[in-house]
């Protein structure tokens, strides 16, 4: 969709701006800002629905406005933004100028950038956060299936990365399944934190209208306005971080899984065996299937720390916004993105994931009784130390551990080896995919509302 632009951006002076210079500040903003586009919309329209409040724009011009940006959301794909225009703001401003004239160029009073950024970014991670989640939520469900599937088979668990005590594959898979819920949960708190309406802060310190934030937040769907105006401004890099930490730490369990099925389908351990869809072969030995996916998956989960450190570092500025705040977008975009990504691949391997029963039987060895053994001593009255020493040589010799254990008891109190609590994952699950759903039902009302809302009244 191409446009008649105006010769100078919104903020320029007379002077002739350094080609040099613009294409340094503007950066990879024209790229990122495509993204935004939706939000832009919505900020937009239910910023010129307050202005209507307020008799800025007649009912008529809210109207053209409204009818002008709805049809810009059946052209999203053939929308540009140019670098003379730097980011989606401008671009969109420009279009509806372009469109409407004199009453495009209305749409600005009483707000900044600053904060159209802000409402902007803040309606893309509602929505994405709730994407995340419920495919988190969706992801622990496929493994928590595949867990009840095989909860009595046998596997010897790890510590040090030397077999221990005797697990079973369902615990091991119900394990994964918790970290998921878990993260569902501080993906949630992240929501929150995203859950507030900038708009009306403009820079930082307010706009001379008598503008009705309550009204245009609750317009966009959003559960509050976030309400100190400079606090807009010097939050910005903080909420980029508390999004960015909650994937991190999604991420960083989601790689432990990722290790777990590397290591596991190695020859030397033949527990797991990979789909072929999610391997990979050798260019030059013939017999190679590669865990590819997993291998990806696990290196994918190591950028997220350095994405958290970038919003951590650029955030750390006086009050007030600083041009730096710029640079955050892109490291939240490919945080959003990757964790999506991760989350689309593992809920999918469970299902296809073979298990060699009798080889993770064979590998549960007599040693790994041990602590069982001591403990058994110890209901007859041994004090456990004792007990330990009576069990320790013996369970270190070569005989012990290579002989497969003739009897394994499990404890089975909840969460144990013997009750991984598949019960509780599936209440944990539909309470937490429940709260997704109807977030996300909540906030496409609101914005369904939003496209074809009616002048608003004057007050």
Known sequence: MTTTQPPKKLWETAATLDPLVERYT????????????????????????????????????????????????????D??????????????????????????????AGRSRNDQVQVDVRLFLKERLLRVHGLACETARSWATFGKKNADALLP??????????????????SHAEALLEN???????????????????????????????????????????RNTLRVQTSR????????SALSILARDIGVLAEDLCLYSTAEFGFFKLDETFTTGS????????PDVAELTRARAALFPGWL???????????????????????????????????????????????????????????????????????????FREAYRRVADKARSAAAGAKPASKVTLPDYCGA????????????????????????QKLGTAWRRLLKLDPPATV
């Open 309 to 383: 450190q970038q919003a951590l570092a650029v955030g750390a500025l006086s009050s007030g916004y600083h041009r730096d705040y710029q640079l955050t977008k892109g490291p939240l975009f490919d945080g959003v993105r990757t964790a999506l990504e991760m989350l689309e691949m593992v809920e999918r391997m469970p299902r296809s994931l073979a298990i060699d029963t009798e080889r993770c039987k064979a590998s549960v060895t007599e040693d790994l009784l041990s602590t069982q053994k001591a403990l058994e001593l110890v209901e007859k009255g041994v004090p």
């Open 26 to 77: 503007v950066g990879d903003d024209p790229d990122n800002d495509l993204q935004l586009l939706p939000y832009e919309v919505y900020g937009t329209l239910g910023h010129a629905a307050g202005l209507c409040r307020i008799g800025v724009l007649s009912p008529e011009e809210f109207v053209a406005v409204r009818k002008t940006l709805n049809d810009l959301l059946f052209h999203v794909l």
């Open 237 to 244: 890099p903080r909420l980029e971080a508390v999004v960015l």
């Open 184 to 226: 569902a949960r501080l993906l949630k708190a992240a929501y929150v934190e995203a859950d507030s309406c900038p708009l009306g802060s403009g820079a930082g310190y307010g706009a001379s209208l008598p503008l009705e934030r309550d009204y245009v937040s609750q317009a966009l769907g959003f559960a509050r306005v976030q």
């Open 79 to 108: 929308f540009k933004i140019e670098r003379r225009q730097e980011d989606i703001h401008t671009a969109v401003e420009q279009y509806l100028t372009a469109k409407l004239g004199d009453v495009g160029a209305k749409i600005h």
């Open 283 to 290: 260019s030059i030995m013939p017999q190679k299937r590669n």
């Open 157 to 174: 668990g790890y510590t040090h990365m030397q077999r221990a005590m005797p697990t079973t594959v369902g615990h091991w898979a119900a």
């Open 417 to 440: 080896p013997g009750n991984p609590g598949f019960a509780e994952l599936a209440s944990d699950h539909h309470a937490e995919a429940e709260w997704s759903r109807a977030e996300y």
